[in-house]
């Protein structure tokens, strides 16, 4: 079984919906968690970082994690086609530890 | 601009032939990770450096070598390539350890043929 488990798509959804993205993991000890978007042919780039448990906002996007359930979710509002993407979630134990990563979920946004 | 680069973007070499996969940043961060990428896949770890002269195998077992001989470079190298090296590798580094998100490079498309 995976440490982290990500249902990875695609996921298509008509423009201006609200999106949930999802991930569980197994490992108890995991403190630090991140959602990366991966656009076709790019490297990953950092979108949302928490620690620990609670919600975290940043514009359209929003962070949630809920360690007693070890489920992480990303919703983002009002998507635009420019969302479309394939977003990674990670996570990690702390600083000195290497991240643990989701396969990534592929986003459709549909005009 | 801090950022993070990697060169090639593409390759198509022949099987047997000796490749190095540039990978350079200017955030003087000091550790750097060299990821593989299939589709559909999570990011598996080949690789890592905390700093100079400090190497270690990740993960994903590779047939691949690194060096860190400056801050700022930390180059792949795979002596003899094989069919089964093609994939994506992306390079990225952190100031800070993973605790703080990693900056990705946009990655080298690897095809042995």
């Known amino acids: 079984q995976k440490e982290v488990e990500q249902d990875p798509g695609p996921l298509g959804v008509p423009e201006g919906a609200i999106v949930s993205l999802n991930c569980t993991y197994s490992n108890s000890a995991f403190q630090y968690f991140m959602w990366y978007r991966q656009y076709s042919r790019k490297g990953p780039e950092l979108l949302m970082y928490t620690y620990s448990s609670g919600n975290k906002e940043d514009g359209r996007f929003t962070a949630q994690v809920d360690k007693s359930s070890k489920y992480i979710s990303l919703f983002i509002r009002d998507s635009q086609p420019s969302d479309s993407a394939t977003y990674l979630c990670?996570?990690?134990?702390?600083?000195?530890?290497?991240?643990?990563w989701g396969a990534g979920t592929k986003l459709i946004i549909k005009p | 601009e801090a950022d993070i680069y990697q060169t090639p973007r593409y390759l198509v070499i022949g099987t047997g032939k000796k490749i190095t996969l540039e990978c350079s940043q200017t955030?003087?961060?000091?550790?750097m990770y060299w990821y593989q990428q299939d589709p559909g896949m999570e990011l598996h770890l080949i690789h890592y450096s905390y700093g100079v002269n400090s190497t270690e195998k990740g993960d994903l077992s590779s047939e691949s070598t690194v060096s860190r001989i400056r801050t700022e470079h930390f180059p792949l190298t795979l002596e003899s390539a094989r069919p089964s090296h093609t994939s994506q590798y992306l390079c990225a580094s952190s100031g800070q350890g993973a605790g703080y998100g990693y900056t990705f490079g946009s990655g080298t498309r690897l095809t042995v043929v």
């Open positions: 955030m003087g961060h000091d550790k």
């Open positions: 990670a996570m990690s134990q702390g600083s000195n530890y290497q991240l643990i």
